[in-house]
């Protein structure tokens, strides 16, 4: 992704656990790198049933070049209380051509 521009990303949550799960926090790391855009998933105190599935969407607009991570932390009342979900990317910087013109196709 180009430096000063933002791409999304879709994060499908499943609850494989045969009781209902509640999302007690998102807490998200490398910020501001990496944003929740949107979420269908229901906040707490009510529960993501057992067997569904719910989605996060999530933006990443690098301030740097090169490759970058962040994480979400999942807290809810599963078995070990936290799930961890790794997030990367890269940034790129814009092409300039001699005219001064800039490209962000790759």
């Known amino acids: 992704v180009v430096v000063g521009e933002q791409a999304s990303s879709r994060v499908e949550l499943h609850n494989s656990g045969n009781a209902g799960l509640i999302l007690q926090a998102l807490e998200l790391l490398g910020e501001p790198i990496f944003s929740l855009l949107a979420s269908d998933c229901p906040a707490a105190p009510q529960s993501l049933a057992a067997g569904a599935r719910c989605n996060l969407d999530f933006g990443f607009a690098p301030i740097?070049?090169?490759?970058?991570q962040g994480a979400l932390n999942i807290v809810s009342n599963a078995p070990g209380l936290t799930q961890l979900i790794?997030?990367?990317?890269?940034?790129q910087s814009p092409?300039?051509?001699?005219?001064?013109?800039?490209s962000d196709d790759r």
């Open 64 to 68: 740097a070049e090169g490759p970058q």
């Open 86 to 91: 790794l997030l990367d990317g890269s940034g």
């Open 95 to 102: 092409r300039v051509f001699g005219n001064g013109f800039e």
